[in-house]
């Protein structure tokens, strides 16, 4: 048995707009044609379709098809709006700003297969070139004369086997760690810098990499390669007075709040937050509201900067902006076990205006240094 299938052309295409012009004083040949062309039964069929879909209809015998209505034009007046002139602020700004660069995790004497003393060498100076691209960036906004580098801890690995590390992993002791890498390298990345800024202050905190008998209460709580690695950086930079180092006070404080530019930052490595299912981000919430209520009583801070994860990322802590740093190290077995994350070589760059608090922030990524 044969199917008829009888269908209108699309309306909006050549034919369908022929076909809605014409339809409705079309000749009987016309109409014959058109039910032929689109498959209807007979001329009824077609006026049924036409009627049905496009709403359009015969014009009786001597009548002329009523012409399209024109849409309603509606005016509608524009509101009245009051003008007010903007203040401006001049070509370089308002207020000098001051430069924040968090520095941590560099695990000097860790190697990896992508990773040893020459790779952090070079990575910190890529950091450098960064550092001073930015600050010439914002310069062109507003006065930048001083840097800050909080140093987060973790600067060294340390050397107890089977805590800090496998054997295989260790390129070095803790000693030539710091006086054969760290030392010179950083000697040489503050001096350098100064052709820049006009001060330069550095603030240092330990890492638990740096605990030199870990687990353990039988040393000084001032036994920290990291702290060691300050002092011996301090006394080096001595005859430089625009170069300020200030390490924790009294003897095993692992913490410091400083102010930068009229706000308050803690600056902690972080091995005290506990992670929850691997996870270290709550830990860092949930401990950062209880410094606030503790530390922040008698030294109160507006942020924090902390690291340890080597994993970069910006939390709002009920209202405690926190910067989380990334590190210097890549492949290392650290994150990957803990969190199932890698390593992340990217350090944190803020800028702090008076005014406004942290007006910016960058990520450095150092990971282009293999």
Same mark, same amino acid.
């Given at each position: 048995?044969?199917?008829?299938?009888?269908?209108?052309?699309?309306?909006?295409?050549?034919?369908?707009?022929?076909?809605?012009?014409?339809?409705?004083?079309?000749?009987?040949? @016309?109409?014959?044609?058109?039910?032929?062309?689109?498959?209807?039964?007979?001329? %009824?069929s077609l006026a049924g379709a036409m009627r049905k879909s496009w709403r359009i209809t015969?014009?009786?015998?001597?009548?002329?098809p009523a012409p399209a209505a024109d849409p309603e034009v509606r005016i509608i007046p524009? =509101?009245?709006?009051?003008?007010?002139?903007?203040?401006?602020?001049?070509?370089?700004?308002?207020?000098?700003?001051?430069?924040?660069?968090?520095?941590?995790?560099?695990?000097?004497?860790?190697?990896?297969?992508?990773?040893?003393?020459?790779?952090?060498?070079?990575?910190?100076?890529?950091?450098?070139?960064?550092?001073?691209?930015?600050?010439?960036?914002?310069?062109?906004?507003?006065?930048?004369?001083?840097?800050?580098? =909080?140093?987060? #801890?973790?600067?060294?690995?340390?050397?107890?086997?089977?805590?800090?590390?496998?054997?295989?992993?260790?390129?070095?002791?803790?000693?030539?760690?710091?006086?054969?890498?760290?030392? +010179?390298?950083?000697?040489?990345?503050?001096?350098?810098?100064?052709?820049?800024?006009?001060?330069?202050?550095?603030?240092?905190? =330990?890492?638990?990499? #740096?605990?030199?008998? $870990? $687990?353990?209460?039988?040393?000084?709580?001032?036994?920290?390669?990291?702290?060691?690695?300050? $002092?011996?950086?301090?006394?080096?930079?001595?005859?430089?007075?625009?170069?300020?180092?200030?390490?924790?006070? +009294?003897? #095993?404080?692992?913490?410091?709040?400083?102010?930068?530019?009229?706000?308050?930052?803690?600056?902690?490595?972080?091995?005290?937050?506990?992670?929850?299912?691997?996870?270290?981000?709550?830990?860092?919430?949930?401990?950062? @509201?209880?410094?606030?209520?503790?530390?922040?009583?008698?030294? +109160?801070? %507006?942020?924090?900067?902390?690291?340890?994860?080597?994993?970069?990322?910006?939390?709002?802590?009920?209202?405690?902006?926190?910067?989380?740093?990334?590190?210097?190290?890549?492949?290392?077995?650290?994150?990957?076990?803990?969190? #199932?994350?890698?390593?992340?070589?990217? @350090?944190?760059?803020?800028?702090?205006?008076?005014?406004?608090?942290?007006?910016?922030?960058?990520?450095?990524?150092?990971?282009?240094?293999?």
């Amino acid at each position: 048995m044969a199917v008829n299938i009888a269908y209108l052309p699309d309306r909006n295409s050549a034919k369908g707009k022929e076909l809605a012009r014409l339809f409705p004083t079309a000749s009987t040949e @016309q109409l014959d044609r058109w039910v032929k062309e689109f498959g209807y039964r007979g001329r %009824d069929s077609l006026a049924g379709a036409m009627r049905k879909s496009w709403r359009i209809t015969r014009a009786k015998i001597g009548e002329a098809p009523a012409p399209a209505a024109d849409p309603e034009v509606r005016i509608i007046p524009a =509101p009245k709006v009051k003008i007010k002139p903007l203040k401006q602020e001049g070509k370089r700004g308002e207020g000098e700003e001051v430069q924040l660069q968090d520095i941590s995790d560099a695990h000097v004497g860790l190697q990896t297969p992508s990773y040893n003393s020459k790779v952090f060498g070079k990575r910190l100076e890529l950091l450098a070139d960064r550092i001073v691209q930015l600050c010439y960036l914002h310069r062109k906004m507003r006065p930048i004369k001083k840097l800050v580098t =909080p140093m987060l #801890g973790d600067m060294v690995q340390g050397e107890q086997y089977g805590v800090q590390g496998y054997m295989e992993e260790f390129e070095m002791g803790a000693e030539e760690q710091i006086f054969k890498v760290l030392l +010179p390298k950083f000697t040489d990345f503050y001096i350098n810098l100064l052709q820049i800024y006009e001060t330069i202050e550095i603030d240092g905190v =330990p890492g638990n990499h #740096g605990n030199i008998q $870990r $687990r353990s209460q039988i040393v000084s709580k001032r036994s920290n390669w990291d702290t060691v690695f300050y $002092r011996a950086l301090k006394d080096r930079l001595s005859n430089y007075p625009q170069i300020t180092v200030n390490i924790p006070e +009294p003897a #095993g404080q692992w913490y410091l709040v400083r102010e930068i530019n009229g706000w308050n930052f803690l600056f902690v490595h972080g091995d005290q937050m506990v992670s929850y299912q691997g996870v270290p981000f709550y830990g860092i919430e949930r401990r950062s @509201q209880r410094w606030k209520q503790s530390i922040g009583i008698d030294e +109160p801070f %507006d942020f924090m900067s902390t690291a340890h994860v080597h994993n970069p990322n910006f939390l709002w802590n009920n209202g405690i902006p926190t910067y989380v740093n990334g590190c210097f190290i890549t492949d290392s077995p650290f994150p990957l076990v803990r969190m #199932g994350l890698k390593d992340v070589p990217q @350090q944190w760059s803020l800028f702090v205006n008076r005014k406004y608090g942290v007006t910016a922030s960058y990520r450095i990524d150092l990971s282009a240094v293999k």
